[in-house]
């Protein structure tokens, strides 16, 4: 039976599956996007794959929205909680992929796995802050929500505009690889990935919640191996590559 015991020991296991997945991402790689060549079984196009693999935590929202179980949706901080995590959803798995410029097919090891992690995520954030979490009427105007909303936002939109960047890299019709310009791609190499990272991180913080934590450390977990994968291929790829760029933290890492 279902307990709030329950979601906590997901939330534990979650943070070990972001660890144990930034190993295995480090040392073996991850086969997507510039990288997919490297794997030989069937793949799944672009497009169809960003919408999915995306749609469970898109749907989880939805679904509990619409039961008139979700005890705790009656109060305004879970529903604001909540949107914030169907808004970034709305966008990654209904815009986003329609967005995209060409694209290489997704392997399809890779989409159940993001499939997968979707549905565990989606179950566990929506299933939290719709029966479980209990916040003061006022929360919405504490510094702790107000700061991690803030978090939230701009990562959201450092996130989108860096998507923006890298979708107008190539011309219609090039293929070829080039080096990202602008924003905050002068600072780091993977600028969408640390709007990603920071936008959860933000959810967390607003959330004040150990199931909102575990989602911003495995989002890192993932998304900083990713991003060393990324920086290495851009160094040995271009001789003029900028130095000066960080990983993903910058001035940092």
């Known amino acids: 039976m279902e307990s709030v015991e329950l979601l906590d020991a997901l939330a534990y296991l979650m943070c070990l599956l972001g660890c144990k997945a930034f190993l ?18 069937p ?13 469970p935590s898109l749907a989880w929202p939805l679904l509990e929205c619409a039961c008139a179980s979700a005890v705790r949706l009656d109060r305004l901080p879970n529903r604001v909680l909540l949107a914030m995590f169907l808004v970034h959803y709305i966008y990654r798995t209904l815009i986003f992929p329609f967005v995209i410029r060409g694209g290489k097919p997704t392997p399809l090891f890779t989409c159940v796995t993001a499939f997968l992690f979707c549905l565990y ?39 989108i505009h860096s998507d923006h960047i ?10 070829n690889y080039k080096i990202p310009r602008g ?4 600072y780091v190499t993977a600028a969408n990935y640390l709007g990603e990272s920071v936008e959860w991180f933000g ?17 890192f977990c993932v998304l ?30």
């Open 24 to 41: 295995w991402i480090r040392w073996y790689g991850s086969p997507y996007g510039r990288y997919s060549s490297q794997y030989s079984g």
């Open 43 to 55: 793949c799944v196009p672009v497009r169809a794959a960003w919408v999915l693999q995306e749609l």
């Open 121 to 159: 995520n989606g179950y566990l954030q929506s299933r939290y802050l719709s029966h479980y979490a209990v916040y003061a009427e006022d929360w919405v105007t504490q510094p702790c929500f107000l700061a991690g909303f803030a978090l939230w936002l701009t990562g959201m939109l450092v996130n």
């Open 166 to 175: 890298l979708r107008n890299l190539r011309k219609p019709g090039e293929s």
């Open 183 to 186: 924003g905050l791609f002068e």
């Open 203 to 219: 959810f967390a913080l607003a959330s004040w919640s150990l199931q909102g934590a575990a989602f911003a450390l495995f989002t």
């Open 224 to 253: 900083l191996s990713r991003a060393m994968h990324h920086h290495r291929w851009y160094l040995e790829k271009f001789e003029d590559y900028p130095k000066s760029r960080k990983i993903l933290i910058p001035f940092l890492y």
